[in-house]
């Protein structure tokens, strides 16, 4: 398996327990459940959680950040069906 590097591309996934990391150009996206149980299982995802806050703080703090993002305003379109 690769490793994630955060912001680097469109399609990266990592799963910790039920937690799902998506990667994207200018955002990295966490969802679902993670239980931290106090046990080495626990302590395993906890170190990797860890790790993710570590390399997306990295990347971060290498960049020149706008203030706030700009998102693009999403556009409606109608139904072709």
């Known amino acids: 398996m690769s490793e994630f590097i955060p912001f680097a591309d469109e ?3 990592l799963s910790i327990g039920k937690l799902t990391v998506e990667n994207r150009l200018d955002r990295v996206s ?8 106090l046990d080495q299982r626990g302590l395993e995802q906890a170190k990797a959680l860890q790790s993710l806050a570590n390399r997306v703080v990295e990347q971060l703090e290498s960049r020149t950040l706008p203030e706030v993002l700009a998102v693009a ?8 069906f």
Do not use: I, Q
């Not at 966490?30 to 149980?37: I, M, P, S």
């Open 30 to 37: 966490l969802y679902g459940d993670l239980d931290l149980t």
């Open 73 to 80: 305003p999403v556009v409606k379109v109608s139904n072709p």
């Open 11 to 13: 399609s990266a996934t």
